[in-house]
């Protein structure tokens, strides 16, 4: 792992905190719940039926783990009537609170509700919309926050160079909720991603609105209106946060290369030095950080969730154990 890897991990140890696991059915969930806590990264709540785990990971030294099952729990109750509430006014019933409290993915984020955990991990083996769904349902947005979104940490090979990004980390957003965010959605992910960058990364975030064109230099009035979109997503944000580096409209490599900044953007502060990368919708930024993944030989840690009231995240169906500790180390640090 790298040293900023390793420093995410290191501060995740100080906190003790407590995340639960959603996902007791899976091998990876349930060998990355046995690492953690072999660590001391975080204590694991993991929810599932105990059987059922050590038939699923027979070899797994799970102590010190908590197994909670839904089925069988004294709380589920308690978090039934948690549901009730929270979803009464749009129609639940008490019988259908009862039944979808039993949900893993559902418990879990009326265990983090209700105050028994610090922080929620799911997504193994569930899609993005059933893993978050929970958390717009029940721990909803934080105070002043309109908008969740996500982003990810990619973190530089270390063995490689990287001369456009000296820090070895920067950050891309939004890459996995919002399809087609707005311009006020847009200024809120760029607060929310500096933040994410400042406090899980310790960056110093400079932040790049995104685009095809660079300070006016291409139009698409015609198509989807993206240039003038980011346009205005910048001062929106830098009205909100008038403290925020934070430029734009810029092509990638503006944003990142001091010769072409110097030539397409002169005098901007941002320019030629961004680590926080800001998409004008999912296609390019799920693109775009696949790229850098893929390509340019990247961690990507994420997608790392931003907005919610309690750190909840989400993982891909395609993560590995080390994925999963890393998150968990992540969700850890944002309930500092």
């Known amino acids: 792992m790298s040293k900023i890897v390793d420093s995410i991990i290191n501060k995740a140890k100080t906190l003790n905190k407590t995340i639960v696991l959603c996902e007791g059915e899976d091998k990876r969930v349930i060998e990355a719940a046995a690492e953690i806590t072999k660590q001391g990264i975080a204590k694991i709540v993991l929810i599932g039926n105990e059987a059922e785990c050590k038939a699923v990971a027979p070899d797994v030294d799970l102590t010190g783990v908590t197994i909670v099952d839904p089925e069988t729990s004294e709380k589920t109750a308690l978090y039934a009537n ?49 893993t978050l769904r929970p958390g717009l349902q029940v721990i909803k947005t934080a105070p002043g926050i309109k908008t969740v979104s996500s982003c990810f940490i990619l973190i530089a090979d270390e063995k490689l160079p990287h001369p456009y990004n000296p820090d070895g980390a920067a950050v891309f957003a939004d890459c996995a909720i919002n399809i087609e965010p707005d311009a006020q959605q847009i200024a809120d992910i760029a607060i929310a991603s500096a933040a994410t960058a400042k406090s899980i990364v310790n960056l110093d975030p400079k932040v790049a609105m995104l685009s095809f064109s660079t300070k006016g230099s291409g139009n698409d009035d015609k198509y989807f209106k993206s240039v003038p979109k980011m346009q205005e997503a910048l001062e929106i944000a830098k009205t909100a946060a008038p403290d925020l580096k934070i430029d734009g409209e810029f092509q990638f490599d503006a944003a990142v290369s001091e010769t072409v900044a110097a030539l397409k953007a002169p005098g901007s502060t941002v320019a030629g030095h961004a680590n926080v990368f800001v998409f004008p919708n999912i296609n390019a930024g799920n693109i775009g950080y696949k790229i850098a993944q893929r390509f340019g030989g990247y961690m990507a840690i994420g997608p790392v969730c931003q907005g919610f009231a309690k750190p909840l995240n989400d993982l891909s169906r395609g993560c590995v154990v080390e994925d999963i500790v890393i998150l968990v180390a992540v969700t850890a640090c944002q309930a500092e």
């Open 82 to 130: 948690i549901l009730y509430e929270a979803r009464k006014a749009k129609g639940m019933t008490e019988e259908q609170a009862a039944i979808q409290a039993k949900d893993r993915t559902m418990f879990g984020a009326l265990m983090l509700k209700n105050g028994d955990v610090d922080g929620y991990v799911s997504g193994a083996c569930h899609s993005t919309a059933n």
